[in-house]
């Protein structure tokens, strides 16, 4: 499998250096330049397309032009942000122009024939559902711990603008992805009255577990939750909801009629998640316990300590 794909990517890698060549162009840029005899069967008399190699090709050349949706979001202001289409190959309408270059003479050019994919979140749909605050939570840290802080804030922003639509069920996980140095996540090697909370990503939980409350608030169905193995000190006793990239994981269903709107955001030393939907939205709420408002105790650790967990 692997000698398949590093030869489809040479395919497309390699400049090739003969007479009788295709370039492919996307938006003024070549991204790939064959030579039909690298497509050819060896059949006498008659050309024809070897459709491995060219299914290579194709599979290669759809990941090169590819180019993802953007959601839009809402600012720091409660204004909208639109979205970008994004856009794949036409498989389709590029095997007809390949074909026409095989069967012809002499090298040819193809500009990227494109397929617009548009996103699944737009303005007009967040306007709708940004009218009506279906639930809330905050929970509380010491913004002087700056790793935590930043870790905090960029799960945050991860989260925030997200919609879960009717059906649907989130995933922190998938939503916020693995933390890691590259992203940004800092190493927050601390003991928080008791709760190690180690490696990159740490005090991610806290926002998972922020969210949590919002969510259960709301009356949205708990589909996954795991609480710590010792209690934590930014929500009531067992109103956390533990996840790391390895293991657990926070999900939820949309069980109503209408899209959710998630805002998360960290404001100083405060974490705090905001639900949002229209105003036609059929739902029941459920009360919950407001975290404590004072602050834990930090210990700090030595910094070679272990660090095994992505995100706690």
Same mark, same amino acid.
């Given at each position: 499998?692997?000698?398949?794909?590093?030869?489809?990517?040479?395919?497309?890698?390699?400049?090739?250096? +003969?007479?009788?060549?295709?370039?492919?162009?996307?938006?003024?840029?070549?991204?790939?330049?064959?030579?039909?005899?690298?497509?050819?069967?060896?059949?006498?008399?008659?050309?024809?397309?070897?459709?491995?190699?060219?299914?290579?090709?194709?599979?290669?050349?759809?990941?090169?032009?590819?180019?993802?949706?953007?959601?839009?979001?809402?600012?720091?202001?409660?204004?909208?942000?639109?979205?970008?289409?994004?856009?794949?190959?036409?498989?389709?309408?590029?095997?007809?122009?390949?074909?026409? =270059?095989?069967?012809?003479?002499?090298?040819?050019?193809?500009?990227?024939?494109?397929?617009?994919?548009?996103?699944?979140?737009?303005?007009?749909?967040?306007?709708?559902?940004?009218? +009506?605050?279906?639930?809330?939570?905050?929970?509380?840290?010491?913004?002087?711990?700056?790793? /935590? *802080?930043?870790?905090?804030?960029?799960?945050?922003?991860?989260?925030?603008?997200?919609?879960?639509?009717?059906?649907?069920?989130?995933?922190?996980?998938?939503?916020?992805?693995?933390?890691?140095?590259?992203?940004?996540?800092?190493?927050?090697?601390?003991?928080?009255?008791?709760?190690?909370?180690?490696?990159?990503?740490?005090?991610?939980?806290?926002?998972?577990?922020?969210?949590?409350?919002?969510?259960? /608030?709301?009356?949205?169905?708990?589909? #996954?939750?795991?609480?710590?193995?010792?209690?934590?000190?930014?929500?009531?006793?067992?109103?956390?909801?533990?996840?790391?990239? =390895?293991?657990?994981?926070?999900?939820?269903?949309?069980?109503?009629? #209408?899209?959710?709107?998630?805002?998360?955001?960290?404001?100083?030393?405060?974490?705090?998640?905001?639900?949002?939907?229209?105003?036609?939205?059929?739902?029941?709420?459920?009360?919950?316990?407001?975290?404590?408002?004072?602050?834990?105790?930090?210990?700090?650790?030595?910094?070679?300590?272990?660090?095994?967990?992505? *995100?706690?």
């Amino acid at each position: 499998m692997f000698l398949k794909w590093f030869t489809g990517l040479l395919l497309i890698a390699q400049p090739v250096n +003969q007479p009788d060549t295709l370039t492919v162009n996307q938006q003024g840029k070549t991204i790939a330049e064959v030579n039909r005899l690298q497509f050819t069967v060896p059949v006498p008399g008659f050309p024809l397309v070897d459709d491995t190699k060219f299914l290579q090709f194709v599979e290669q050349l759809d990941r090169l032009s590819y180019k993802a949706p953007i959601n839009a979001k809402i600012n720091d202001h409660g204004g909208i942000l639109p979205g970008e289409v994004g856009y794949r190959l036409n498989k389709a309408l590029f095997k007809e122009n390949f074909y026409t =270059y095989f069967f012809g003479k002499g090298s040819s050019k193809i500009d990227v024939p494109e397929v617009n994919i548009y996103p699944k979140v737009d303005t007009e749909l967040l306007a709708h559902i940004k009218t +009506q605050q279906i639930g809330q939570y905050i929970t509380y840290f010491n913004s002087n711990n700056k790793s /935590r *802080s930043n870790n905090i804030e960029l799960a945050s922003k991860a989260l925030d603008s997200h919609v879960v639509f009717p059906g649907e069920t989130f995933s922190f996980n998938q939503v916020v992805g693995i933390r890691t140095i590259a992203k940004g996540y800092m190493r927050a090697p601390i003991i928080v009255r008791g709760e190690l909370s180690e490696g990159v990503g740490g005090g991610i939980c806290q926002v998972s577990s922020t969210l949590f409350n919002a969510v259960d /608030r709301a009356g949205l169905k708990i589909v #996954q939750r795991y609480s710590h193995s010792k209690r934590v000190p930014y929500v009531p006793s067992g109103r956390d909801a533990t996840v790391s990239w =390895y293991g657990p994981d926070f999900q939820f269903r949309n069980q109503y009629n #209408q899209p959710i709107l998630i805002r998360a955001k960290r404001y100083g030393g405060s974490m705090m998640v905001k639900l949002y939907s229209s105003d036609v939205i059929n739902m029941k709420t459920k009360k919950v316990p407001n975290a404590p408002t004072n602050l834990p105790e930090e210990i700090h650790i030595e910094q070679n300590v272990h660090l095994s967990n992505p *995100s706690r």
